[in-house]
């Protein structure tokens, strides 16, 4: 196929490529590719600017396991080729579990020979000189599933891995995992191996035989792999990782309707031309799982909200499946008909996550009372990502730089705060506009005792409660009430300027775009999407309320 390559560090862009793009035609042989390629040699376990292929055929046969060899060398010493991802998941699997042990029995000889060279050295200073190889696949296995345990492993006994459920049970062989489970720790160990970083790493069909929460993991798991320096490519048919991700811009499909041009689009791209497509991702996006509990949130289904969501969901109330619902008024809709929609439907749990916005405390304990809708502590689900400390390791993961130097916290922080003060007007408007907008509804109340009254005696007492209604409404937006309460809105939010509480009731939604597009001069969703996985991975108090309202349900 035709092909474009983009560098994403100076050294491929200035000493292979000569370029920052290289062309690839279909048929026409590339000899700076290959060069580039045959110059793909690693040693110490690192794998930089390549290509990673897991294929679909992941089912492991029994594994050889072959004697350590205890006088060997490190096994991350030998030069590593750089097509060694190109070939079959299910041989570097069984290569895998022989490279572990080897690596395991050459740390117990560089313990001993350094105990043998420095027998002052305490136990913990030469442990911590060459840590125990399976560390870091210990961490995975607990991030991908919680509550079970790696345990050790004697290179003097090469076998299979072995687990504990809880502390105090005995010992599993990890045969005893569910499928899906051994399929997510294979793939996650076989990426982390060698510390994989600015490569292209194609995953084809990462559903297979896998729950949707585990899947979900996978993804998440692989993404934050490398320092966020690789870009991931998966093939998939799960409805539940498209409609999850369609958010992103990110999900694509194969056009075979046109042909002599590139026949990947957009999802969000189709139309009335693809026609069976558009039934079967119909049918398919719109099931649910029975059992589940279905939490409606404000946002469109393109709209990113249902990722950021999902994302803090998955880590905290994995039986929740998110969907978007539009604006808070279909939220207010849906409120008055769940009751009657659990009872119809078996086994559907159903809430509702709403803004802050234009709802004063007594709204917002009426509307919580029937412990179905939360609502967030902040203005926006945009005002949480207004933390400088995590947009600064943001930009940092994505290379955004000002006139080529790293962002600072207090640089960051600091053009938060001009903006929300030039935003003080804009927050203000949209305050009272949801303030009216849900506090002054024109309501009549009902005749009474109509068995008593004639046909014209009721249409007579109706336009009276009218006409009380509209005097009642009349009186609470007279000029002299709403400037009142304008004048008392805008020294609230001049007071939020003195401190950081502007940043929970500014237009979070406003602040964040502009910051955006002035300041990282870069696409908010790619700069949301970073910022919900450094938020998750490194600091997820900045999500707390959100962690807080999942873990209530």
Same mark, same amino acid.
């Given at each position: ?38 110059? %793909?040699?690693?040693? *110490? ?12 055929? %992941? ?56 105990? +043998? ?5 305490? /136990? ?11 560390? $870091?696949?210990?961490? /995975? ?15 003097? =006994? ?16 990890? *045969? ?17 191996? +060698? ?27 692989? $993404? ?92 905290? !109330? ?53 412990? #179905?809708?939360?609502?967030? $502590?902040? %203005? ?33 922080? !600091?053009?938060?705060? #001009?903006? /929300? ?61 709403? +400037? ?7 020294? #609230? ?6 401190? =950081? ?12 775009? #502009? ?10 969703? *790619?700069? %949301? ?25």
């Amino acid at each position: 196929m035709n092909l474009v390559v983009e560098s994403t560090r100076e050294l491929e862009e200035e000493r292979y490529f000569e370029a920052k793009q290289l062309e690839i035609k279909k048929n026409e042989p590339n000899e700076t590719l290959k060069q580039y390629v045959n110059s %793909r040699k690693y040693g *110490r376990g690192n794998y930089t600017g390549s290509l990673v292929q897991i294929d679909s055929d %992941r089912n492991i046969q029994t594994i050889q396991y072959s004697p350590v060899n205890w006088l060997g060398e490190d096994p991350d010493d030998h030069e590593t080729p750089g097509g060694f991802y190109f070939g079959q998941f299910t041989n570097r699997w069984q290569d895998f579990m022989n490279y572990i042990h080897q690596k395991s029995a050459v740390r117990d000889k560089k313990l001993a020979t350094e105990v +043998k060279s420095n027998p002052k050295k305490t /136990a913990e200073e030469i442990a911590n000189q060459h840590p125990d190889p399976l560390e $870091k696949y210990q961490e /995975a296995f607990n991030q991908l599933l919680p509550n079970k345990q790696l345990l050790p492993i004697d290179p003097a =006994n090469p076998r299979e891995f072995y687990y504990r459920q809880e502390p105090n049970n005995e010992p599993l062989a990890f *045969r005893t995992l569910s499928s899906g489970e051994q399929e997510v720790v294979k793939i996650v160990f076989d990426v982390i191996r +060698k510390d994989i970083k600015h490569s292209v790493i194609i995953v084809d069909e990462p559903e297979l035989h896998l729950h949707p929460t585990l899947a979900f993991k996978l993804v998440e798991t692989l $993404k934050s792999i490398g320092d966020h320096t690789n870009q991931l490519i998966f093939l998939t048919h799960s409805a539940d990782l498209i409609s999850t991700y369609y958010s992103t811009g990110d999900v694509y499909f194969i056009d075979n309707v046109v042909g002599g041009q590139n026949q990947a689009h957009r999802l969000s791209e189709l139309t009335e031309t693809h026609e069976d497509l558009v039934r079967l991702m119909g049918e398919n996006l719109g099931l649910f799982a029975v059992g589940k509990k279905l939490v409606f949130v404000e946002g469109e289904n393109s709209s990113i909200d249902r990722l950021t969501y999902h994302s803090i969901a998955q880590k905290h !109330a994995n039986d929740v499946k998110i969907v978007p619902i539009g604006s808070v008024k279909n939220i207010g809709t849906l409120s008055a008909v769940e009751q009657q929609i659990r009872k119809t439907i078996f086994g559907i749990d159903l809430y509702m996550i709403r803004d802050r916005d234009g709802l004063s405390e007594e709204k917002i304990t009426e509307l919580e009372s029937n412990n #179905r809708i939360r609502c967030l $502590k902040k %203005r926006h689900i945009e005002n949480y990502f207004l933390n400088s400390g995590v947009l600064a390791k943001v930009a940092q993961k994505l290379y955004i730089t000002s006139n080529g130097n790293q962002f600072t916290q207090e640089e960051i922080e !600091a053009e938060l705060k #001009r903006i /929300a003060e030039d935003c003080l007007k804009v927050s203000l408007m949209s305050s009272a506009k949801d303030y009216l907008n849900l506090n002054n509804s024109f309501e009549i109340d009902s005749v009474k005792s109509l068995e008593t009254k004639t046909t014209d005696q009721i249409k007579q007492e109706f336009v009276q409660l009218t006409n009380q209604s509209i005097s009642k409404l009349a009186d609470s937006l007279k000029d002299p009430t709403v +400037k009142a309460w304008l004048d008392q809105e805008e020294e #609230r939010f001049k007071k939020y300027l003195e401190t =950081n509480e502007w940043k929970d009731h500014f237009d979070g939604k406003i602040i964040f775009s #502009r910051f955006c597009g002035e300041v990282f001069k870069t696409e908010k969703i *790619r700069v %949301r999407q970073a910022y919900v996985d450094v938020a998750m991975s490194e600091d997820p108090s900045v999500f707390q309320d959100v962690i807080d309202i999942f873990e209530s349900l």
